[in-house]
């Protein structure tokens, strides 16, 4: 099956079941100041969840784009060196708001894995959260229940708190999970280990692909749980990781949602894919951000200075740089991937189509300007780690990586990227130091703030200080009063 096969028959799929497909939410969020990009599925189901907007489907299904590069989930290190954390990707899902609950949702995910896409039952494992004596939570024994209609004991794992009982904040809807895994190694890898231990071990051919999260309690502020009246269904799985499973492939990047975007690559850099780890990185690095850069355009999120902006700018100039150090780019390219990407994406997203020309232009144009700076700011790093070299001191002053932040655009993930290949890091704290100087600078001046503070809309917090600052993205954590 082709992924455009996939995608559509996972809508189909749904709909067959009484479902009502809806089309994606925006990955950009504009409305919600405690979240600057969709993350899941469930976010434009919040307020239905959470009892403050009327039910219009009780059951609902989409491809959901998602964002992953900041706040709770923030994979953007992995992405590139492993084979399935994308920073954009598509999360398919089906939903119930008070209409069906674990045993049809379990039954459902088998069929649609394995009677409808031919997945290898034998190859399938489900985790089950183990309960929580503390909070007086017992073993999810009725998913697991379920799960042995389909699956030998073995092969439903107990799960921790952590991994199997999801919360949506402090206060509200949650419950316990299962996520079903997928072993896709060569038999004569299974034949050696058993995929029973790598579940959950991050191994890249033993991973979670569907997550189902049963939503039956509601957690009051003083922490004690009730039963939910109107029980919620809440799913997620990865597209892409979908798509490798079913194609027979070992990483995301060998299937057909990314393979003609890796050809170009390899077409405009004449390297080509599959013989250097450090060039492999770098295509799939660029591979992976196109679509998010591109993307967020059509979501009116453009590369800025600030907040989502700057999310995307970063993670632009990313892919510049691992283009410009490990495939000699030196010029921009990444435009020129625009309209692959839209061979491959643009049916499902027609928004793609529709804006080429802006993405192209604004891309091009963010490039142009970071290769500039990039090979001063390159030179000036350079330098520092030639002289920190002869010396026992592996950590950049925090100023120079200011320095390079500020008059060269280089954000300090950047740096941090340059420096690791040097077994070097960078002073943290002397950095925020400089960072903080730099505010109050402006703030001296009467300079208008932009308002940088993410304020969490219900009452009963406290700002409590800052937890970290990457840049201008400034994570800020509250706690609650008490
Ligand atoms: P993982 O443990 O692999 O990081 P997760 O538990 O954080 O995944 P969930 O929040 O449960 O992921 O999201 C539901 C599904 O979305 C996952 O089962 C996985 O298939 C997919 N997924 C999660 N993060 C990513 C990502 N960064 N890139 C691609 N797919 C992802
Ligand atoms: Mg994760
Ligand atoms: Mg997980
Ligand atoms: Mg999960």
Redesign the pocket.
């Given at each position: 099956m082709t992924s455009k096969e996939i995608r559509q028959s996972f809508k189909d799929f749904f709909a067959s079941k009484d479902h009502q497909v809806v089309p994606s939410a925006p990955m950009v969020i504009k409305d919600d100041p405690t979240l600057m990009f969709t993350n899941?599925g469930m976010n434009q189901f919040k307020d239905i969840i959470l009892g403050n907007a009327p039910v219009k489907y009780p059951r609902v299904a989409d491809s959901q784009k998602c964002l992953?590069v900041s706040g709770k989930?923030n994979?953007l290190e992995?992405?590139g060196h492993d084979t399935?954390?994308?920073?954009m990707?598509e999360?398919l899902g089906n939903w119930s708001f008070g209409d069906y609950f674990k045993k049809e949702a379990i039954a459902w995910a088998w069929e649609y894995l394995v009677e409808v896409l031919k997945l290898d039952p034998d190859r399938l494992y489900a985790t089950v959260f183990e309960g929580s004596p503390e909070e007086k939570l017992e073993r999810d024994n009725e998913a697991a229940g379920y799960w042995q209609h389909y699956l030998p004991n073995e092969r439903i794992i107990d799960g921790n708190k952590k991994d199997n009982f999801w919360e949506m904040g402090d206060t509200g809807p949650c419950g316990p999970c299962s996520?079903i895994h997928i072993d896709i190694r060569s038999e004569e890898e299974r034949a050696k280990v058993d995929g029973l231990l790598l579940v959950n071990q991050s191994h890249p051919q033993v991973?979670?692909?569907?997550?189902l999260v049963f939503m039956q309690y509601n957690r009051k502020a003083d922490g004690s749980l009730e039963p939910l009246p109107a029980k919620v269904i809440d799913t997620?799985?990865?597209f892409?990781?979908l798509t490798m499973a079913v194609q027979g492939k070992t990483s995301?990047y060998d299937t057909d949602v990314f393979q003609p975007i890796i050809a170009k690559i390899g077409e405009i850099t004449g390297v080509a894919y599959g013989n250097d780890t450090r060039k492999d990185i770098a295509k799939r690095v660029i591979a992976d951000h196109i679509r998010t850069i591109a993307f967020s355009i059509t979501d009116g999120q453009l590369p800025s200075n600030a907040k989502a902006g700057y999310v995307i700018r970063r993670i632009l100039r990313r892919a510049v740089r691992y283009g410009y150090t490990f495939l000699n780019m030196h010029d921009a390219f990444m435009h020129k991937l625009v309209p692959t990407l839209i061979d491959v994406m643009g049916d499902a997203y027609p928004e793609l189509e529709v804006q080429k020309t802006l993405i192209e232009k604004v891309i091009k144009e963010e490039e142009n300007a970071f290769l500039r700076t990039l090979e001063t700011g390159i030179r000036l790093l350079d330098k520092e780690i030639a002289e920190h070299k002869g010396s026992d001191r592996n950590e950049l002053e925090g100023g120079i990586a200011f320095q390079l932040y500020d008059t060269f655009g280089f954000p300090l993930d950047l740096t941090e990227l340059i420096l690791r290949e040097h077994g070097m890091s960078v002073d943290h704290k002397g950095f925020n130091v400089e960072m903080q100087k730099q505010k109050e600078r402006a703030r001296n001046a009467a300079a208008v703030e932009t308002g940088d503070w993410v304020k969490v809309r219900d009452g009963g917090t406290e700002f409590v200080g800052y937890d970290e600052t990457e840049c201008e993205t400034q994570v800020i954590r509250y706690r609650k009063v008490k």
């Open positions: 899941a992953r989930h994979d992995e992405v399935y954390h994308h920073t990707f999360m996520e991973i979670e692909i569907w997550n997620g799985m990865g892409e990781r995301n």
